[in-house]
């Protein structure tokens, strides 16, 4: 019993080790630091650019993903469905890709309804991504007051808003 007791709690620091680790470099968290300014162009027509003005006024979501990324594959779905029901704002940038027709042919598998926007490297080094997924949860005033790498629940997502 003290044995198997242990060993969960040698989990449990080893996995909070591995997640602080992980976020190591991203922008900060603690409601002082803005989200970094970009204006790119959308998916559905890269002639119309979405600014992230747009996002100010209540509490949103930028998700950074690659298409080729599984975990983005699983983890995408469940802030689409917050931002249809009307619980976040929420923008996806797309980034490490080769054509808008493999983003055109991810988004459609997933039949997601957020925007989307063709990022850049400017727009990755920026928010300091290097891992997908990434994302940043944003006050309405647009500071940064959440951040995370990698697959999210439905329920961390909504934890952290």
């Not at 470099?25 to 027509?45: N, V």
């Not at 209540?58 to 469940?78: D, G, K, L, Q, T």
Request: proline share 5%; hydrophobic share 40%; charged share 20%.
């Amino acid at each position: 019993m003290i044995k198997s007791l242990f060993n969960i709690i040698i989990f449990v620091v080893v996995l909070a080790a591995a997640l602080a680790y992980q976020e190591l470099g991203m922008l900060e968290d603690d409601g002082k630091q803005s989200a970094p300014y970009f204006s790119l162009p959308t998916l559905a027509d890269p002639s119309e650019r979405y600014n992230i003005s747009a996002l100010q006024g209540e509490r949103s979501v930028i998700y950074f993903f690659a298409p080729w990324c599984n975990i983005c594959r699983y983890s995408m779905p469940n802030i689409d469905k917050l931002h249809r029901q009307g619980k976040v704002n929420a923008v996806a940038i797309a980034l490490d890709f080769q054509s808008t027709e493999e983003i055109t042919k991810f988004s459609q598998d997933l039949n997601l309804s957020m925007p989307i926007l063709l990022g850049n490297q400017k727009t990755a080094q920026d928010y300091k991504v290097k891992a997908y997924p990434t994302y940043y949860v944003m006050d309405p005033k647009l500071k940064i007051i959440e951040r995370s790498i990698g697959y999210s629940s439905e329920l961390g997502i909504r934890l952290r808003l």
